[in-house]
């Protein structure tokens, strides 16, 4: 595992989402770490310089969250706050609910704490979508998508930070129909880069997935059906220490993910909270923002 760290002190483990790597923290690491805390943002499984294994199973859940607990072990540490965004926030709460003893505290940005539904979520993904593209659905497969990302991975990237950040307009994610759509059909090329996005941090996001391709990171999506099953023991359980929601008030996440699916399920959540401005790269898009109401929550620990 490759990461990313800075300063000293208590530990708090930055886990990144789809398609990013430990970059999309660059904003938060010496904030951080400036404020007392050792900050450590892992490329996780399958991205950047951390292992990509073979098999599809081997990134699901328990590895997932089984990689946090090696990375804290080999810190030396028995518990620390962990903050997540987008799969990253996913992965996070489920540590959450399946090793309490080792989270001191845990922030979901994008993606709220989702309880284990009735039916496997592809499922509830078809009856959501019907005869609409929904991209989890298209991820499903091994290859189209794999394929198609890795063509051209900058300009793949570009869309992808861009359609779903603030900076688009309304209308930038299409809505077409399932057949015949792949996943950058429905997303808009950008005019320009959004601002908070350089040349310079969209060369380095795509030089590394030109390296490792996207099989790895789609790998994720693959097993959503198996951590369902896995997740039956600990589907009732609720997330007992403090927690954060950060999410951008443009986020098109928070559409089939929206954050009152918290609600009753969080015993300790000190903030539910919207930024304007920001969709989904909020971390990213609004890090002043973001960075403040992390500090206020560390702060209150």
């Not at 080792?102 to 005869?131: C, D, I, N």
């Not at 359609?163 to 077409?176: D, E, I, N, Y």
């Not at 986020?251 to 089939?256: A, H, I, K, T, Y």
Request: net charge negative; glycine share 8%; with cysteine.
């Amino acid at each position: 595992m490759h990461v990313a760290e800075a300063g000293e002190g208590p530990p708090v483990i930055l886990c990144h989402g789809f398609p990013e790597l430990w970059y999309s923290w660059r904003h938060q690491l010496p904030v951080l770490a400036e404020a007392g805390h050792h900050a450590v943002a892992p490329d996780q499984r399958g991205y950047g310089r951390t292992t990509a294994p073979s098999a599809i199973t081997d990134y699901d859940i328990e590895h997932l969250t089984g990689d946090l607990l090696g990375l804290l072990d080999a810190l030396g540490e028995e518990q620390a706050v962990f903050v997540g965004h987008d799969w990253g926030a996913i992965v996070v709460w489920a540590l959450a609910v399946m090793s309490p003893e080792r989270v001191r505290a845990v922030a979901g940005l994008s993606v709220p704490f989702v309880p284990r539904g009735p039916l496997p979520p592809t499922q509830l993904f078809q009856a959501l979508s019907g005869e609409n593209f929904f991209y989890i659905l298209y991820f499903q497969q091994v290859g189209p998508a794999d394929e198609e990302l890795a063509r051209d991975p900058r300009a793949a990237l570009a869309k992808v930070f861009y359609s779903v950040s603030a900076f688009a307009p309304p209308g930038a994610v299409r809505r077409l129909p399932r057949e015949g759509t792949a996943y950058l059909d429905i997303l808009s090329d950008p005019p320009e880069l959004p601002g908070w996005l350089s040349e310079e941090d969209l060369d380095l996001y795509a030089s590394e997935f030109a390296r490792t391709g996207f099989t790895g990171p789609l790998n994720w999506y693959r097993n959503f059906d198996r951590n369902w099953e896995l997740m039956e023991p600990v589907g009732s359980r609720t997330v007992t220490m403090p927690a954060l929601y950060i999410a951008g008030e443009a986020d098109p996440v928070s559409r089939f993910a929206p954050p009152e699916l918290m609600d009753g399920w969080a015993d300790d959540l000190r903030g539910k909270i919207l930024l304007p401005d920001a969709g989904h790269w909020v971390q990213q898009e609004q890090p002043e923002q973001v960075n403040r109401h992390l500090l206020e929550f560390l702060w209150g620990l």
